[in-house]
């Protein structure tokens, strides 16, 4: 029913920034639980940061105070601004939705301690590389 569509990934030296795009195809862009995952080669996919209709964001503890996480809904796009990067966050990053329930709320990425948190998630952009220099 959403397409996800990202962008803004490329090769940056380690302490460099960028910012990633995720442009969405619906205009009910606030009734979804929006969220960031990302994967390198032979790793499992990894929750990074969410966005819940209600504006709470939410980070995996060890992309807290580096990552940021926000959403223009006027122009449907979810942004993840990523600052100090190290090779270690070279990967392919994905833009990922789920609708909220009713009487339910979004994943709380502070909360993840494995994998698995992607299965909430059915709807799934075709990922953008990040590839970070030392």
């Known amino acids: 029913q959403v397409q996800l569509a990202e962008s803004g990934g490329g090769s940056v030296q380690a302490g460099g920034s960028l910012r990633l795009s995720c442009v969405a195809s619906t205009h009910t862009f606030d009734a979804y639980c929006m969220a960031w995952f990302r994967q390198a080669p032979a790793m499992e996919r990894e929750g990074v940061a969410g966005?819940?209709?209600?504006?709470?964001?939410s980070y995996k503890d060890a992309m807290q105070g580096r990552f940021t996480i926000s959403k223009d809904s006027t122009k449907n796009v979810l942004y993840l601004q990523m600052n100090s990067l190290t090779p270690d966050d070279s990967a392919t990053y994905y833009c990922?939705?789920?609708?909220?329930?009713?009487?339910?709320?979004?994943?709380?990425?502070?909360?993840?301690?494995?994998?698995?948190?992607?299965?909430?998630?059915?709807?799934w952009g075709q990922g953008t590389q990040v590839t970070v220099s030392s």
């Open positions: 990922a939705a789920y609708s909220l329930l009713p009487g339910f709320h979004c994943l709380d990425f502070s909360e993840l301690r494995g994998p698995g948190a992607d299965a909430l998630y059915n709807y």
């Open positions: 966005f819940a209709p209600d504006g709470t964001t």
